[in-house]
């Protein structure tokens, strides 16, 4: 009798939460005349052999896996390259860094960057390219049909949480916000601030282009380690002192209002 009790919670159970396990890779039936010619998989150092000397910076925001899929769809080669991060955080901060010059970006709900011959995707805790070789406008639509369709099927997972502070404004993401998480990320997306943050191995920062009264100023939000890697950075980006935290020096040419937020973290207001 006890049997039949716990197999009857089990079913009720499943039926309230159903099981749904969706592949978060394109298969040959997922897109009428899509052929998958070539799959490979790069899990932990293996990376090293795809992209050399770049896989680093993967490694440092935190990288899981990589599957690579080489197919034919409407008559076009093309080459997607799945990024799986750790975190949403990581993939967005690899996606932000990797997207520069868009021709058009966030198109129909999505978070993307497309150029005439790359198409790249950031979802859930995935980064995504695809890559075509012709660059005409046939292959950038069969582009742009997969990334409609993977961005489908890509679990969305936590989501992307942005700090409070940039969260308010409104706007597209691509070209306008970056996280950086690291030395190679800062050299990567952001290589000016190097030398702010010279001798530090740890940290996340979060930028964002804010459009106002015709021009665009910047809101920042930096977490150091600890709070001797904030009086670094205080003293290597030549703050002078004020009543709430610090600013710029008169001879410089951006102007900074940087306020202490907590024992290791700094909200910096760029004009």
């Not at 058009?104 to 011959?117: A, L, R, V, W």
């Amino acid at each position: 009798m006890r049997s039949l009790v716990f197999f009857t919670l089990l079913v009720g159970l499943s039926l309230v939460h159903p099981q749904i396990v969706m592949s978060q890779l394109l298969t040959g039936d997922q897109l009428p005349g899509l052929k998958i010619e070539k799959e490979t998989t790069y899990d932990g150092t293996s990376l090293y052999g795809y992209i050399d000397g770049g896989s680093t910076l993967y490694f440092e925001y935190g990288f899981d896996r990589l599957t690579v899929q080489e197919m034919v769809f409407l008559n076009e080669k093309l080459t997607i390259e799945y990024y799986r991060m750790k975190t949403c955080k990581a993939a967005f901060g690899i996606y932000s860094i990797n997207t520069f010059q868009c021709a058009s970006s966030d198109q129909q709900g999505m978070i993307n960057c497309e150029n005439q011959y790359q198409n790249q995707l950031f979802a859930g805790h995935h980064y995504l390219s695809v890559v075509n070789t012709t660059g005409t406008q046939k292959a950038r639509n069969a582009s742009s049909l997969l990334i409609k369709r993977l961005k489908e099927i890509i679990p969305l997972e936590e989501g992307l949480l942005l700090p409070e502070q940039i969260s308010t404004h409104s706007g597209q993401l691509t070209g306008t916000v970056k996280f950086i998480n690291g030395e190679l990320g800062l050299q990567n997306g952001l290589p000016d601030w190097s030398n702010y943050f010279e001798g530090m191995n740890s940290f996340e920062l979060w930028m964002r282009q804010i459009p106002s009264e015709g021009k665009d100023f910047k809101k920042v939000v930096i977490a150091f380690s600890n709070p001797a890697a904030l009086e670094t950075f205080v003293h290597n980006a030549s703050l002078v002192p004020t009543d709430t935290g610090w600013k710029s020096a008169e001879d410089k040419t951006e102007r900074w209002i940087v306020a202490k937020v907590g024992e290791q973290m700094v909200v910096v207001d760029i004009r």
